[in-house]
């Protein structure tokens, strides 16, 4: 593949010539590469998954593309050569991640507290923190908050469980365009 920033020849080229030579343009330079080939080989299951995830991440991205309010928050986070639909393009391939979850402050009494060290390439939207029994039933849930002084989420207990022993933490993250990530942790 070549560049040309100022070339009078190659200047706001676009297309295909001769078959042999691409030419496109990216922010102001002209880029010139082969011409794509397609294969006979059948894609394998993986190749359409990926295919699939790379369809709603785009479509996302042009939702994001049409709506001003989305836009200007992408847009921010762009650098430079990149538009707000790359980085909401992105944004929709890399889901978030939980790094930590952090029990040592919950004692199972109201108000202790975990906390989740939970990332994302752009934008972590919210964290559900689900507590269930050692059979598997739902003894709390809600949505963990940011805490101001940290990169922590932190969720207060609002229900007393006496017994934690077998209870697992269940934690989710989900970011701007939906995806979610999930962790849990056996007490």
């Known amino acids: ?17 001769g078959s042999q030579v691409v030419f496109s ?24 998954a990926v295919r699939d995830r790379f369809l709603t991440a785009t479509q ?20 430079l050569g990149q538009s707000a639909y790359n980085v909401a393009l992105t944004d929709a391939i890399k889901p978030p991640e939980i ?20 990332v994302d ?9 689900i507590i269930l029994s050692q059979a598997g039933d739902v003894l709390e849930q809600g949505k963990a908050t940011v805490d101001p002084n940290s990169y922590y989420w932190l969720y207060a207990a609002q229900t007393e469980i006496p017994d934690l022993t077998g209870c697992t933490i269940k934690v989710q993250a989900i970011d701007l365009p939906g995806n979610v990530a999930t962790q849990e942790l056996v007490l």
């Open 25 to 48: 343009q990216r922010h102001g330079n002209t880029i010139m590469g082969k011409p794509p080939r397609t294969s006979n080989i059948p894609p394998t299951e993986k190749q359409l």
């Open 99 to 118: 790094k930590e979850i952090d029990r040592s402050q919950y004692t199972g009494l109201t108000n202790s507290f975990i906390r989740i060290n939970a």
């Open 121 to 129: 390439d752009f934008k972590v939207a919210s964290v559900l923190v």
């Open 60 to 79: 996302y991205a042009k939702a994001v593309n049409a709506n001003e309010a989305q836009k200007a928050i992408y847009k921010v986070a762009a650098k």
């Open 1 to 17: 593949m070549s560049k040309s920033n100022d070339n009078v020849i190659t200047r706001g080229a676009s297309g295909t010539f």
